[in-house]
């Protein structure tokens, strides 16, 4: 699904998803009330491409998982939605607000090929130390530097360098960020503690 036009009712993806399904029941359900290695094994499951110290605040909810690659202490909050038709990474040390949705999926502006049920998807990358604000949509295809600040409510429809704050719809540059320290970023990702055992 590599840019490529495709069946979502493919046997496969549907089984695929049926699965995915089942994971994130389970994970919603349960990881309120579960130990920290237990959340880990839940989130896992769920979304195998993850780093360590991550933290999803449930309810959360996504097509596939296995298509979701995290790095190190990521914190997603309430209610977001990933929809990884096609590849979605994201850095270490993102951060995501509530409701924050990610659509790698697509469809065909051709209402002939839409109506019978063909889809798209094209992969999204979000950077390392990035913060997307509530309620922002990030559209297909989009990749997102590192360093970068999403207003909330924000709907980015393309794609921007690192160290920049961007907001409105479609969204725009609205700020440029100073290149930070590198010698600073490391000392956070190494001592201070991550967001993910503050939340616990």
Known sequence: MAGEMYFSGDPQLVAERKQCRRLMRRFNQDAEDANDDDREK??????PNCGSYNFIEPPFAC?????????????INFNCVILDVNKVEIGHDTMFAPNVQIYTATHPVDCVLRDTGRELG??????NHCWLGGGCIILPGVTLGDNVTVGAGAVVTKSFPSNVVIAGNPAKVIKQLEVPDPEAVKATETHIKPIALHRQ
């Open 63 to 75: 097509d596939y998982g296995f298509n979701i690659h995290m790095g190190d202490r990521v914190f």
């Open 122 to 127: 094209f992969p999204i990358k979000i950077g």
């Open 42 to 47: 839940l989130m896992k499951d769920l979304i």
